[in-house]
């Protein structure tokens, strides 16, 4: 659609049911008509004369089961209102253009989808790794152009970087593969392109989260075809708040990637890959041997994973069944485990920095 009609039919209301649908309630249209035509007028700026379209992807907060994903267990989690938002369209050329205010422009050659070492850790590798995703799935991709806002702040926890790859590869799904590629693959080729191009180890749930949106509880037990369900809750009156603590979520992938290898050693002792393949009953029985083979804060990790991973369908129940206090001291559960047994509220490397 041509631009000018874009911002037209937004001020006018035309997509306002499509917004609160997105959104949920409580909305305020008049503010997200205006961001929205923010974005537009940026990308008739930056790209001139290409029609274009308007895509969101949500940031993503984890309601149950921490750490348990990578270890194929069960989780919970929920999209949140914290977005980002583009707008964008196909042009003449080999290249996607990415223009995002206060970061340099992005620029991909389609024909060249090869890992580049030099930009793991930099968004390049997952817009790179999002097209190689989609590539390899058999899908001609062409050039295009997008400008992208976000209201998902970085280091904060709330899975910029998952709602990054899922915006691309929605972005990229509907242009070249007539929107063909579902929810649960567009997470994984997401997942695909942090794992193998921007070099960090995560599991699915960030991706899963923002691709699915709304609340999902999740079963990896099958990691090719995870089990997601989409659960309609009743928020009771409550509403998620984050909180600015000072602290910077962004440069723990080595932080992140000892949780992985301590729950791997705990798992291996039992000739496993995964705890969730572990009993734990037999977990239990042999914990002085477990103890003395991997150490005791791989132990506590793995204490951790079975109690929380335990914890997720009485959650996912709770919410099914309307009991919201259940819930809440679920969380609290897992955030008391989070902080005493998995040990991931503070930065080992660096104890002094305990913003949170």
């Known amino acids: 659609m041509d631009v000018r009609d874009l911002a037209t039919q937004l001020e006018n209301g035309a997509f ?42 949500p940031g993503r907060t984890e309601m149950g089961g921490n750490h348990t994903d990578h270890q194929l267990g069960r989780v919970l989690a929920g999209s949140v209102s914290l977005d980002m938002i583009a707008c964008g369209g196909v042009n003449d050329s080999r290249t996607i253009r990415i223009a995002q205010a206060g970061y340099p422009d992005t620029v991909i050659d389609i024909d060249d989808l090869d890992i580049h070492p030099e930009e793991a850790g930099d968004s390049t590798a997952l817009v790179r790794g999002v097209a190689r995703g989609l ?10 152009s997008v400008a992208i806002a976000s209201g998902v702040p970085s280091g904060s926890g709330l899975s910029s970087s998952a709602a990054y790859e899922v915006l691309i590869g929605v972005i990229l799904n509907h242009f070249f593969c007539d929107d063909d590629v579902d929810a649960v693959e567009l997470a994984q080729i997401g997942q695909f392109a942090e794992n193998q191009f921007f070099g960090k180890p995560c599991g699915l749930l960030d991706q899963l989260a923002c691709s699915v949106g709304g609340v999902v509880y999740i079963d990896f037990g099958d990691p090719a075809t995870p089990k997601v369900e989409r659960i309609e809750i009743d928020m009771a009156g409550h509403v998620l708040c984050t909180i600015n603590s000072g602290a910077d979520h962004a440069d723990l992938t080595h932080e992140y990637a000892s949780i992985i290898d301590e729950m791997k050693v705990v798992a291996a002792y039992f000739g496993a890959r995964y705890l969730s393949e572990v009993e734990p009953a037999r977990f239990w029985a042999e914990l002085a041997d477990v103890r003395a083979q991997a150490g005791d804060r791989a132990v ?30 679920c969380v609290t559960a897992s955030g008391l485990s989070s902080a005493t047994q998995l040990q991931n509220l503070y930065v080992a490397s660096d104890p002094q920095q305990q913003a949170v």
């Open 16 to 57: 306002d049911a499509r917004l609160a649908e997105v959104y949920g309630p409580p909305i305020a249209l008049p503010a997200l008509r205006a961001r929205y035509t923010e974005l537009i007028e940026e990308f008739a700026q930056n790209f001139p004369g290409i029609p274009a379209t308007l895509f969101s992807s």
């Open 135 to 144: 590539a390899d799935r058999g899908y001609a991709l062409g050039g295009v």
């Open 300 to 329: 506590l990790r793995a204490i951790h994973f079975f109690e929380d991973n335990a914890r997720v369908p009485l959650q996912a129940a709770a919410l099914r069944e309307g009991r919201f206090p259940h819930f809440l001291d």
